[in-house]
């Protein structure tokens, strides 16, 4: 039998963010993060997490050199959770004396792919809302103002559950960079993020039959009280959270559209029904 382990190097870059995904990720329990960080993520093939500020021990000076050595040793997929922030030359988000919009500027141009965890990562998300502040732009933005041309997959969600990270992680170690028939038109695997919420929820009978809830709470389709779920591309009723255990429409409340490119400010007013334009507007984007 071949017990050859094939080790890939992960270097996760924190920008803005409140660190979500990252607890998200932590909290996952099939595979446990142990299971993740010390066994394999698939058969043959394990992870070497060589620098995250939120996990690793160590500090300061130190913790940066492990950064750089894990920069000139190569062979690394970057982990992106935030945005970017670009104002005034990135000084609103520093890890150590360096922006970091030069830290990733530095790491991606050596790394096999860039895995955006999160709507911040993927497309701005929070930070990046309006008025925008610190100027937040998304992963594959900013490598694309820089001219990296190194390739990125999205793992959008706010957070996202861990088992759609664990699985994008897992297709680019398996696989390679998925081609363009495997992601949609924002950047995300379609074997994670293929189908609308709308279309497999437990309420569209209740949407179908006109059953609908006035107010969060209440049985029925969440649509008048702002569901988001027509609009929202994510495993979440099949999935479901916390091992399967609960999601928001299954506890009554709407779907806010937390995967989506122009979350939050796109998907609000979270609680209000959109009207015929901007419905019309987002099933043109969803095309
Ligand atoms: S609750 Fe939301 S996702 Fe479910 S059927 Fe109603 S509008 Fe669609
Ligand atoms: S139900 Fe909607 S808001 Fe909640 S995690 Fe899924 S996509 Fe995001």
Redesign the pocket.
Known sequence: MDTKQECCSVIWLQGATCTGCAISLMNSNYPKLSNLLLDEVVPGKSISLKFMATLMGATGELALEVLSRAEAEGDYIVVMEGSVPKGEDGKYCMVGEKSVADQLTEAAPGAKAVVSIGTCSAYGGIPAGQPNPTDAVSAAEHLEAEGIDTPCLNVP??P??PSWFVDSLATVMLFGLPGPEDVDDVGRLKSVYGEL?HDNCPRRGDFQNGHFARHIGEEGCLAEVGC??PY???P??NRG?HEGLN???KNN?P??????PGFPDLMGPFFEKFGPEESEEMYRRLK
């Open positions: 969600g706010c996202p559950e919420i988001k779920g929202a591309n994510a979440c009723p959270w999601w928001a429409i409340h779907c806010i559209g937390c995967v989506e």
